[in-house]
């Protein structure tokens, strides 16, 4: 089974960066596209960014788009965000996510793709 730990979150400035990491348990992960989720108090977790396994399809919500740069290192078996120009809206605990996902780039964005999940890490954005 698929374990995932995020790292890397913690109390920001309006417009500072922030690089989260993400590494998988023992093994390749090699097959498997991964994913950020970030969840504020009071909504639902929502898509903010995806990588396929084989690292050449990145897919992000319009809200971080030009700010926020997914990638992988398959051999780490880790996936990370970089995070720029942070805003107060981006306050939220960030989680990592892990599945098997083919088809078209939307469906990298949907939590039924990812299987495996891990426990989130807290990113606050102070105004």
């Known amino acids: 089974q698929v374990q995932l730990v995020e790292s890397g979150g913690r109390l920001v400035q309006a417009g500072d960066s922030l690089r989260l990491s993400c590494v998988a348990s023992?093994?390749?992960?090699?097959?498997?596209?991964e994913a950020w989720f970030r969840q504020a108090p009071g909504k639902e977790r929502e898509f903010v960014a995806a990588?396929?396994?084989?690292?050449?399809?990145?897919y992000y919500a319009d809200s971080v788009k030009g700010r926020f740069t997914i990638s992988r290192d398959i051999a780490k078996t880790a996936v990370y965000l970089q995070m720029e120009s942070l805003k107060p809206e981006d306050t939220a605990v960030y989680y990592c996510?892990?599945?098997?996902?083919?088809?078209?780039?939307?469906?990298?964005?949907?939590?039924?793709?990812?299987?495996?999940w891990g426990q989130g890490t807290q990113v606050t954005v102070s105004s």
């Open positions: 996510a892990a599945g098997v996902v083919n088809g078209p780039a939307t469906i990298l964005g949907a939590k039924s793709s990812y299987a495996y």
């Open positions: 023992a093994g390749t992960l090699s097959s498997y596209a």
């Open positions: 990588i396929s396994w084989s690292g050449a399809i990145t």
